[in-house]
T-cell receptor, first 113, second 113 residues
Framework: GESVGLHLPTLSVQEGDNSIINCAYS??????FIWYKQESGKGPQFIID?????DKRQGQRVTVLLNKTVKHLSLQIAATQPGDSAVYFC????????????FGTGTRLKVLA | NAGVTQTPKFQVLKTGQSMTLQCAQD?????MSWYRQDPGMGLRLIHY???????DQGEVPNGYNVSRSTTEDFPLRLLSAAPSQTSVYFC????????????FGQGTRLTVV
């Protein structure tokens, strides 16, 4: 069953297209950011991370962009596949050296066949 | 690798009952934490631990107790369950260094009636 509620923003993307999921963070002192993917009925799974001294980081089919000026983070997924359908969360570490990660509310990605 | 294991997966409690959610990890991670996930609110940190014998409060600690007697285990106790504690609970662990990903369990869906 669904582990995340009904009121999440939803992004619908055609299979094969690129997806861009956005996240605004609140603390300019946050120094580390992570994107997680959560499939229905499962726990969040790490996708990619980025430190505050970077603007961009690439992984396999995913790219994270960090704009510290406007406190904005984005996740780009290339050639979106049906298996990418999930809820995506960004998380920020607001205090360097601690384990207090603050999660965003999430975005649901729906991949249309 | 088992990773992070949570038990039970589902639980129904009556108001006022107590119970313990179990969490165990086999990765020798120092950091462990508990989150709750409610519709439209992302994951919120309840309690966390930076090592055996050391725990601290997160964003929403009221109504929950934790202890960390071993590196592997980090149980979450509800002393007197309330309907407001109906949620999905996730346990996570990570290595003891800055800026590192967390590994999550599969979650426990708790309903308090």
């Amino acid at each position: 069953g669904e582990s995340v509620g009904l009121h999440l923003p939803t992004l619908s993307v055609q299979e094969g297209d690129n997806s861009i999921i956005n996240c605004a963070y609140s603390n300019s002192a946050s120094d580390y950011f992570i994107w997680y993917k959560q499939e229905s009925g499962k726990g969040p799974q790490f996708i990619i991370d980025i430190r505050s001294n970077m603007d961009k980081r690439q992984g396999q089919r995913v790219t994270v962009l960090l704009n510290k000026t406007v406190k904005h983070l984005s996740l780009q997924i290339a050639a979106t596949q049906p298996g990418d359908s999930a809820v995506y969360f960004c998380a920020e570490n607001r205090a360097s050296g601690t384990y207090k990660y603050i999660f965003g509310t999430g975005t649901r990605l729906k991949v249309l066949a | 690798n088992a990773g992070v294991t949570q038990t039970p997966k589902f639980q129904v409690l009556k108001t006022g009952q107590s119970m313990t959610l179990q969490c165990a990890q086999d990765m020798n991670h120092e950091y462990m934490s508990w989150y709750r996930q409610d519709p439209g609110m992302g994951l919120r940190l309840i309690h966390y631990s930076v090592g055996a014998g050391i725990t601290d409060q997160g964003e929403v600690p009221n109504g929950y107790n934790v202890s960390r007697s071993t590196t592997e285990d980090f149980p979450l106790r509800l002393l007197s369950a309330a309907p407001s504690q109906t949620s999905v609970y996730f346990c996570a662990s990570s290595r003891r260094r800055e800026n590192t990903e967390a590994f999550f369990g599969q979650g426990t869906r708790l309903t308090v009636v």
